[in-house]
Nanobody, 125 residues
Framework: QVQLVESGGGSVQAGGSLRLSCEPSGFTYSRYSMAWFRQAPGKEREGVGCYDTFDETFYADSVRGRFTVSKANPKSTLYLQMSSLQPEDTAMYYC???????????????????WGQGTQVTVSS
């Protein structure tokens, strides 16, 4: 059974940093694309960053240069290091995974089959 458990969310002031973690279980991690999405109240879920099966990373334009997606081996915990956080980064952050190459479709959450429950990030000005 595929499970994704996020942690690391919290409250931070503008300009601060946070690191989110996603612990996967129940699947062969190296064969899955894994990604971070976020959803603010009243807004659609948007892709933030993705780590594919070739160890390449993809980012949304809104976070490129501020956020970094990485994966720790051998546990394959997925991380999202967030720096220079702004109030507009406030959202529920979700970890997602799919057994196909879908990082190129980071704009489309429907491409990702498995989801975690999310962790809240709040950035105050």
């Amino acid at each position: 059974q595929v499970q994704l458990v996020e942690s690391g969310g919290g409250s931070v002031q503008a300009g601060g940093s946070l690191r989110l973690s996603c612990e996967p279980s129940g699947f062969t991690y190296s064969r899955y694309s894994m990604a971070w999405f976020r959803q603010a109240p009243g807004k659609e879920r948007e892709g933030v960053g993705c780590y594919d099966t070739f160890d390449e990373t993809f980012y949304a334009d809104s976070v490129r240069g501020r956020f970094t997606v990485s994966k720790a081996n051998p546990k394959s915990t997925l991380y999202l290091q967030m720096s220079s956080l702004q109030p507009e980064d406030t959202a529920m952050y979700y970890c997602a995974a799919d057994p196909t190459f879908v990082c190129g479709s980071l704009h489309d959450p429907r491409k990702f089959r498995f989801w975690g429950q999310g962790t809240q990030v709040t950035v105050s000005s």
